[in-house]
């Protein structure tokens, strides 16, 4: 667990797909070998002091968008079920209708009970996976993901959005332009992250970063569809 007192936990995402966002607390990722990732480490074991962390957090969300997306630096499935059923209570509250989680590969088979769960009170929900790369490969091998999947129709099949990592060692420009249309031809939408320094010995790659910027930013950056975080932090919260 890291001391997380300093993260910010709610923020607005004004652009594209507008709507709120907040970064509540659960037990921790299950999986926590991606190479790349650190953010597992905000967690507790605690259910009741996760829950009253969750509860003030939830208590910002306005529902001005109608949208709400909940991370929790892992999957739905890593929040007690107090946390849960208090953004059932907050959607309902602040007519929110539509609602986004995000979930590894690994619990793909708890995501239908989660739709039903909100569905039957009107609430759409929206899943997010992380792949980072659709070159399972490299996925599994470099990055450590923990997809037993290479298609990328079969990995959609349960989720809506999808996640990408860029600014590795070994992509390309033809590598990263092939990762974002094979999420847009399979998922409704797609977050593209670029790596940055963190406590992991996975480093960014400038010149890829560079090659991203100058030959694929461009192209996706107006993309309603394309979120980019060229920054971790660039959706107000982390
Ligand atoms: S599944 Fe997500 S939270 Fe867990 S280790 Fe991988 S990137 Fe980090």
Redesign the pocket.
Known sequence: MMENNSLTRYSEITEKNRREIVLLRGSG?K????T??D??LDFSLDEDSNFALNQEILKQVTGKYQKLEVIN???FVDLDAKTVSLILDTCIEKKITELHFEC?WAHRDAVSALRRTFETHGIQVKLKI?VETFDSQYREQVLH??IDETSPAKIAACFDEVCLLFGLDGQTEDSMRYDVETGLANFERVCINIMVENTTSVRPNPSVIDVFIKKLYPLYKADERVDILLDNTDFGVG
């Not at 999986?31 to 991606?34: D, E, V």
């Open positions: 990722c999986w926590r070998r991606c790349f990732c953010y597992h630096s892992g999957s590894h992380g993901k923990g």
